[in-house]
């Protein structure tokens, strides 16, 4: 044992938050070592993504110490584990059951019994602002313990609760996604992907966050591609631009013998931009 003091990066809660925790007086953590840890929640189940070097931090929006890791699990931890799993089947029954008696506009999605027993967290969808003032009070009654009801979005139903996408793949927002990215159809169109909204949505509904992934590729090609419908010169003449391939830095192009061919942008000797009379070319 020493008593050097090192930090590091640790993953922890049903939203799979991340947090740098101190660990003094113990051996190095290896990756994915399970840890017990004392966050402003109480002690909870963390999992060790990494050390806390600078690079770490710099992928994190919050930086400073988010507590300190207990200890490695023990195999009393791991029980204890399991019988907090089965503790939040009964909390999430008898909240739905005191949900439906004060007769609350709500929806309960999932309910996080925190490992050292300081707290419930129940996680809730709502359209409108519900006051579940009694409903704490009944919660703290039964189960002895401080109630937090927390209301989220669809995403976040998803991020608790999903499993797999289309892709075959465990979901994003609940493996290594820490915040969901806005995506549009804009993302989805310069992309050229299907426009189907069945195909472009995810298990919770809106847009797949991997719409966003590539946009920002997709977008920085394309500011060095000619527009549709603009003429350039190549060694061969003047053509029309008919199409672009953003990801192979092409467009296709027509000749005014008609001949169609593809044409990398650095073969591209000169673009005449359009005139202002035509029609901008659509995304």
Same mark, same amino acid.
């Given at each position: ?31 994915n ?12 189940w ?15 929006? *919050?930086?400073?110490?988010?507590g #300190? ?8 931890? @791991? =029980?204890? %584990?399991?019988?907090? &799993? ?40 709502? *359209?409108?602002?519900?006051?579940? #003032? ?6 703290a009654?039964? @189960? =002895?313990? %401080?109630?937090?009801? &927390? ?55 809106r ?67 359009k ?7 659509s995304?």
């Amino acid at each position: 044992m020493n008593n050097e003091v090192s930090g590091y990066i640790v993953r922890y809660g049903s939203t799979r938050s991340l947090g740098e925790f101190s660990w003094k007086g113990g051996p190095a953590l290896t990756r994915n070592a399970a840890v017990i840890i004392k966050s402003e929640r109480g002690q909870e189940w963390g999992e060790v993504l990494s050390p806390a070097t600078e690079q770490a931090r710099s992928f994190m929006n *919050e930086t400073g110490s988010a507590g #300190r890791i207990i200890r490695p699990v023990t195999d009393d931890d @791991y =029980r204890q %584990r399991d019988k907090g &799993r089965h503790e939040e089947r009964n909390e999430f029954l008898g909240c739905q059951e005191l949900v439906d008696e004060h007769k609350l506009q709500m929806q309960l999605v999932d309910v996080e019994h925190i490992f050292g027993g300081e707290r419930v967290i129940f996680y809730y969808l709502a *359209e409108k602002r519900v006051d579940f #003032r009694e409903l704490v009070k009944s919660l703290a009654r039964k @189960y =002895r313990s %401080r109630i937090e009801m &927390r209301q989220i979005g669809v995403r976040d139903e998803a991020k608790l609760l999903a499993d797999y996408g289309d892709c075959g793949k465990p979901v994003c927002c609940g493996t290594h996604l820490t915040e969901m990215p806005p995506v549009s159809m804009k993302m989805a169109k310069l992309q050229k992907t299907s426009l189907d909204p069945n195909k472009l949505s995810g298990r919770c509904g809106r847009l797949k966050c991997c719409l966003r992934y590539e946009y920002d590729t997709y977008k920085s090609y394309k500011k060095d591609l000619p527009p549709v419908g603009s003429t350039v010169v190549t060694k061969e003449g003047e053509a029309r631009v008919m199409n672009q391939e953003i990801l192979s830095e092409c467009v296709q192009v027509i000749y005014q013998d008609s001949r169609k061919t593809i044409v990398h942008r650095k073969d591209i000797l000169e673009v005449i931009k359009k005139k202002k009379t035509e029609p901008p070319a659509s995304e």
